[in-house]
């Protein structure tokens, strides 16, 4: 069970912008990084299944299967299998062009259109086997069940989601194609787990919000609340949140049972400052965090100085 630290982002920006943020904060920006994943994973089964063949790689170290009906013809369907199979030992970012790469490559292989039931059986045993096996991190729902229909699972992968969860940090740092296959591990031999990139990169190991409340202030500012595990998201996570939207935040964060209290304020994507915080009372009994100075080298740190006050 994990310790959920609080975090508390004061937002001012353009008021365009502050918009475009909500839709963010709500989950109402569609997730198109979720889509290039759901579509890698129909071509890594239909590679894996013999439906397609690279034209030109040989082998594929991570994952030898995913070789084993050897080389196929010049098609252009193979053609384009052959141009993923190159992202995802790359393991690209999941960015803007490699999103668009990515969703080229999967209509020109025209997997969409194979149904289940027109797939050959062998082939079938082989996709049905890896889905079994990576159930979980597929189609983010651990299952005890035996009952898990493959062929539902291979039609899902083409019903792409329109929302995405509130605050989604994968929509700000993108994340990489071959970590978010691999999941939680053991089917990309030497390359990133998800969780191992997402601790790295976003400091988060589920890079989301969680208990989300926002409320808007005038055009241009917005308070944001949110809880993440264990720790605050990374400091160029939310730096980079600060020059996405080209806006100054002041964050907040509090995990009280390990005492990890603290403040940074990012403009623009930079950041200005930072701060000790200690949790106190207010006079109305509610609770309030306030700004400890960070004491300069060879200071003694003192809390008689408050910079600001936040009510929660």
């Known amino acids: 069970m994990s310790d959920w630290c609080h975090n508390r982002l004061e937002i001012t920006g353009k008021s365009a912008l502050i918009g475009i943020m909500e839709e963010w ?17 129909k071509l890594f089964l239909a590679g894996c299944g013999g439906l397609l063949r690279p034209v030109k790689t040989e082998s594929f170290t991570p994952f030898p299967g995913l070789m084993q009906s050897g080389t196929g013809l010049g098609t252009p369907a193979n053609m384009a299998f052959d141009q993923w199979l190159g992202l995802l030992r790359r393991d690209v970012p999941l960015d803007g062009e490699h999103l668009r790469t990515i969703e080229r490559i999967y209509h020109q292989s025209g997997i969409d259109a194979i149904r289940w039931e027109s797939i050959p059986e062998v082939s079938r045993r082989h996709i049905a086997r890896l889905i079994e096996e990576r159930y979980a991190d597929w189609f983010g729902v651990a299952t005890l069940s035996r009952e898990i229909d493959p062929g539902q699972c291979w039609e899902r992968l083409s019903q792409l989601p329109e929302r995405a969860q509130p605050c989604d940090m994968l929509q700000i740092i993108p994340s990489r194609l071959a970590a978010e296959l691999n999941g939680t591990g053991g089917l ?13 990169q976003y400091g988060m190991e589920w890079p989301a919000g969680h208990n989300v409340s926002w409320q808007r202030e005038g055009l241009s500012s917005i308070k944001l609340e949110f809880d993440s595990a264990w720790f605050p998201p990374a400091g160029e996570l939310v730096a980079a949140l600060s020059s996405t939207f080209d806006c100054e935040i ?4 509090s995990e009280p049972v390990h005492e990890l209290d603290g403040y940074d304020c990012y403009d623009r994507g ?25 004491a300069e080298p060879g200071e003694p740190k003192t809390g008689s100085s408050v910079n600001r006050t936040v009510q929660a």
Do not use: F, N
């Open 188 to 200: 990309l031999a030497g390359m990133s787990t998800a969780s191992s990139l997402y601790c790295r």
């Open 250 to 253: 002041r964050h907040w964060y």
């Open 25 to 41: 904060i709500t989950g109402e920006a569609v997730p198109l990084y979720r889509h290039a994943v759901m579509r890698s994973i």
């Open 270 to 294: 930079d950041h200005v400052c930072s701060a000790e915080a200690t949790i106190d009372e207010l006079d109305d009994d509610r609770p309030g965090l306030h700004l400890v100075p960070a």
